[in-house]
């Protein structure tokens, strides 16, 4: 889906500032605990990581950013405990202001309807019977498409011709697995893309490397 959460290439966010070499993992305490939530929530609410990370893109601008890092970690995993009825929606707005001594009615809890979901194997990677679609030196397109749903295929590379660069081990794919409809593993191509290609003649010239699922490429004309 097309969201907040699908900003990678796009002007207007100011410079990139490299972490430094001795940065903590977490710089404040609250952000290892919200770490810790997010994972306990995703295993309670019986989802996978492809189904947290759907979560964060279905955020709205002020939960997505305004927070933070670890902040939008904190509203995916309530998102994904709504979604699987484990928490009632509005129930942490309610209890949080009860906490402040507010006194608001909070809603009842429901009837937990967790997905049925098992994974087939530890891991995203799997075996597939078919042989890859595309070669290594092949020249590719990413396909112009915006999927309602899930998806890994970046906005800024759709349409846009690059060549591959190694074929890897074929793994889950997340627009399926998201959703609870099926692992459908696929062959995934590292594609490298020129700057230009991508951003035009008035770009820094480099290359940039995106390992996109089969289904995402079309053979360039």
């Known amino acids: 889906m097309d969201g907040i959460a699908d900003m990678g290439g796009t002007p ?3 410079p990139v ?3 430094r070499m001795d940065e903590p993992v977490f710089a404040e305490t609250w952000q290892g605990r919200a770490f810790a939530l997010a994972l306990l929530a995703s295993k309670v609410a019986g989802a996978n990581v492809d189904a ?4 964060l893109e279905r955020l709205d601008r002020a939960a997505y950013l305004d927070e933070g890092y670890f902040g939008r970690w904190i509203n995916g995993g309530e998102l994904m405990l ?3 009825a484990i928490l009632a929606p509005g129930a942490v707005d309610a209890r949080a202001r009860n906490l402040l001594g507010q006194h608001v009615e909070e809603p009842p809890i429901p009837d937990p309807a967790k997905p ?6 530890e891991g995203p990677l799997r075996s597939v019977d078919a042989a890859p679609a595309f070669g290594v030196g092949e020249r590719v397109r990413a396909k112009d498409i915006s999927p309602a749903g899930h998806t890994r295929l970046p906005g800024y590379i759709r349409g846009h011709v690059g060549v591959v660069e ?3 081990p ?3 794919l997340p627009d399926t697995n998201a959703h609870f409809l099926g692992e459908n593993p696929q062959h995934v191509y590292s594609v490298r893309f020129d700057s230009h290609e991508l951003w035009g003649t008035d770009a820094e010239p480099f290359a940039l490397t995106v390992d996109m699922y089969e289904s995402y490429l079309e053979a360039a004309s």
Do not use: E, N
């Open 12 to 14: 207007g966010w100011g």
């Open 17 to 19: 500032h490299p972490p």
């Open 52 to 55: 947290f990370r759907h979560s």
């Open 82 to 84: 709504t979604d699987s």
């Open 116 to 121: 049925d979901y098992t994974a087939t194997a």
């Open 166 to 168: 190694l074929i890897q």
């Open 170 to 172: 074929a793994q889950v």
